[in-house]
């Protein structure tokens, strides 16, 4: 896999309708590294702060802190070196200030530094100043730039004496600019965001809610691959929001967040909607639309009670309150019906952790099923639930079904990760495990579940964490100050 790190792969353009964006070179296939691109600057979320490595945004039990500032907190010795040049100025600002100002300041902080000291063009690979993104201030509404005026504010104060100064229009345009171009930076697993960065090349990527290509973060940069096969000269597009959301949904996400107005094909047509709040067919009979409309009501009321206890940590109560939920929609609605994966998801989770391993897998198939008829075959979303229903087979000695669902989740992740991607290689290697298993149990029976019963002890598949919902995951992937 040859990721060229000039950008010529792609040529700025001005998109009809949507201002600046990025069109393709040559023809791309699916799995195709466009371009990746390191981050201008990055912090870790200030409810993080002491759990992630500040240079590497690796998680660890044990971090050693910045004797200097009190705050920053790295994997090791290596890590602290290599963040230095970055931390250094914020080190002095921080001991300086007395206290640590929030994720927001330190960012614009971040950048202001590094404009500073490099200039507006980093590197011969960036496209684009900071100065010609867009910053919405003018959009935002009243509550927004209330917390914005307060950053600012603050920033002020923190932002060092002998640092060279801004005026307060470069510093606002700035807190706009990662307001809606910030990008989130997960953990080395990529399971789930810890941090936020800005990509400039990144953000002249345009929306479209069935896009053609998808962004990970792999090694500390973030790459833009193909999704399917992508023609020379057709403009590059990735989501900004989660597809399992309605047109009207996304439509109102998308406004509010980033103040444009989407109309992609999937929006203007409403592509599936109609499945995503469905009636369950049986027969070729439709029950009425107004006992769908009530079991999506209930269902939806539902959903609230079990995020509270989930919150909550009362676990046998959020399994109490899906049954009562799964029994009297599941007759109602669709199998893909959006609020019905959402508790079958939920269901499968708590259930895997109170490890009620066979019901648990019926839910976790349920949903993939569901996913399939919904998210496009190459979504990341997709292949995190397939890998999640896979594991969870394999829990439960379901085998074949197991090895299945952990190939599909190969094949997809193989194009929207990558091969060299942590998640990737931890699946490769459930692959070569489950195959193993596979092969034995076709063999012979007994020595199989011997064999698994010490294996489970072992549990070599470490994915046993306490249930958190799989949207926070996968799927805010570009940070949000909501």
């Not at 697993?189 to 400039?200: D, E, I, M, S, W």
């Not at 109490?320 to 269901?347: F, G, Q």
């Not at 064999?451 to 799989?470: C, Q």
Request: proline share 3%; hydrophobic share 35%.
């Amino acid at each position: 896999e040859l990721v060229f790190s000039t950008m010529e792969n792609v040529v700025i353009f001005d998109s009809p309708g949507k201002g600046r964006g990025l069109k393709a070179t040559k023809e791309f296939w699916a799995g195709d590294v466009i371009f990746s691109e390191a981050s201008l600057a990055a912090v870790v979320f200030d409810s993080f702060a002491d759990r992630i490595c500040h240079s590497c945004f690796r998680r660890q039990e044990k971090l050693q802190r910045c004797g200097q500032c009190k705050f920053a907190h790295y994997c090791d010795r290596t890590c602290q070196r290599a963040g230095w040049a970055e931390h250094k100025q914020e080190c002095s600002a921080i001991k300086a200030y007395g206290k640590v100002p929030n994720e927001n300041i330190r960012l614009v902080a971040r950048l202001l530094w590094r404009l500073n000291k490099d200039g507006s063009m980093v590197s011969d690979t960036q496209l684009t100043t900071l100065e010609e993104l867009e910053d919405h201030i003018n959009d935002m509404q009243e509550d927004e730039l209330k917390e914005f005026k307060v950053d600012i504010h603050n920033f002020l104060d923190y932002w060092p004496r002998t640092s060279k100064q801004h005026t307060i229009d470069v510093i606002s345009h700035i807190f706009g600019v990662i307001n809606c171009n910030g990008f989130s930076v997960s953990d080395q697993r990529g399971l789930q965001a810890v941090g936020v960065g800005l990509f400039p090349n990144l953000c002249l990527v345009n929306h479209d809610c069935w896009p053609n290509s998808t962004v990970v973060l792999n090694h500390g940069k973030i790459e833009i691959r193909a999704l399917g096969k992508i023609e020379e000269g057709e403009e590059l597009t990735v989501s900004y929001v989660d597809f399992l959301n309605l047109s009207e949904e996304r439509q109102r996400l998308l406004k509010t967040q980033y103040f444009f107005d989407c109309t992609c094909e999937h929006c203007k047509n409403k592509i599936k909607d109609d499945l995503k709040m469905g009636g369950r067919e049986v027969d070729g009979v439709k029950p009425p639309e107004e006992q769908v409309k009530e079991a999506t009501d209930y269902c939806f009321e539902m959903m609230e009670k079990m995020e509270k206890a989930r919150l909550n940590g009362d676990y046998h109560e959020v399994v109490k309150i899906c049954n009562e939920c799964i029994e009297r929609t599941e007759p109602v609605l669709a199998d893909s019906h959006i609020y019905l994966l959402r508790i079958w998801s939920t269901m499968s989770e708590v259930k895997a952790y109170l490890q009620y391993f066979d019901e648990a897998a019926d839910y976790a198939r349920k949903m993939v099923e569901g996913y399939m008829k919904l998210y496009h075959p190459n979504n990341a979303a997709l292949g995190m639930a397939a890998m999640r229903a896979g594991v969870t087979h394999w829990q439960a000695g379901q085998i074949e079904v197991g090895h299945g669902m952990i190939c599909k989740a190969y094949a997809i992740l193989m194009v929207t990760h990558g091969p060299t991607h942590p998640i990737t290689k931890d699946l490769e290697a459930m692959r070569v495990q489950t195959e193993m298993e596979l092969r034995m149990f076709k063999q012979n029976e007994y020595v199989y579940h011997s064999m698994r019963e010490a294996a489970l002890k072992n549990k070599p598949m470490t994915m046993m964490h306490e249930p958190k919902s799989v949207e926070e995951g996968i799927k805010n992937l570009f940070h949000r100050r909501k």
